[in-house]
């Protein structure tokens, strides 16, 4: 089976989607808009989504039995722990966020890429069963993400700069039903 540019582009929009939902919350956080921070972003969200198909394209499908067996976990948990902490901080004075609202957190931003890229690892294993090019492919993988997360962190701090702590907790509910959906849609409990 061939895969093409359509089709590839559309699976690198759908591969986004975590990503840039993630991106929103952060940008929700964010008291002015921070284009450094949300270049960091989507570089860490793009670079993990490209990187992530590339490890299961080269693992193959000996492997994939024991990634899409714990990849579910893996993600529910690094977005539930981000979740529970941001709906934290919603509940701090506004004074006490002032100077950590903008603060580069390369930790976080690690997991969160990890966490929203792990089901790019599954697509990777597909890939090398399709003939498609791994560099065409983790390169269109690797843009879309990092241009839809940037423009995600954009939008949510358009929005978040008017409901500020209301945002933070949104933004921290909708990481854990992300975490959520990901863990229930592995396991068979719902369908979309």
């Known amino acids: 089976m061939k895969m093409g540019t359509i089709e590839l582009i559309l699976l690198s929009v759908g591969l986004a989607m975590d990503a840039f939902a993630v991106a929103i919350c952060k940008g929700l956080n964010m008291r002015k808009m921070n284009y450094k921070n949300a270049l960091i972003l989507a570089l860490f969200f793009g670079g993990f989504q490209a990187l992530m198909p590339a490890i299961g394209y080269l693992l193959g499908k000996q492997f994939e039995k024991y990634i899409t067996s714990v990849d579910h976990w893996i993600a529910f948990i690094l977005l539930s722990i981000i979740g529970i902490q941001m709906i934290a901080e919603s509940f701090r004075k506004d004074d006490d966020k002032e100077e950590d609202a903008d603060k580069l957190n390369l930790k976080e931003y690690f997991m969160l890429a990890i966490a929203t890229s792990i089901d790019a690892l599954a697509v990777g294993i597909s890939l090398a069963f399709l003939s498609v090019s ?13 241009a839809i997360s940037f423009a995600g962190v954009f939008i949510g701090n358009k929005f978040g700069a008017r409901f500020k702590s209301k945002a933070e907790f949104a933004g921290g509910a909708i990481l854990i039903l992300i975490a959520l959906k990901i863990l229930l849609g592995h396991l068979g409990v719902i369908n979309f």
């Open 134 to 146: 791994l560099v065409k492919s983790v390169s269109f993988i690797g843009i879309i993400t990092f």
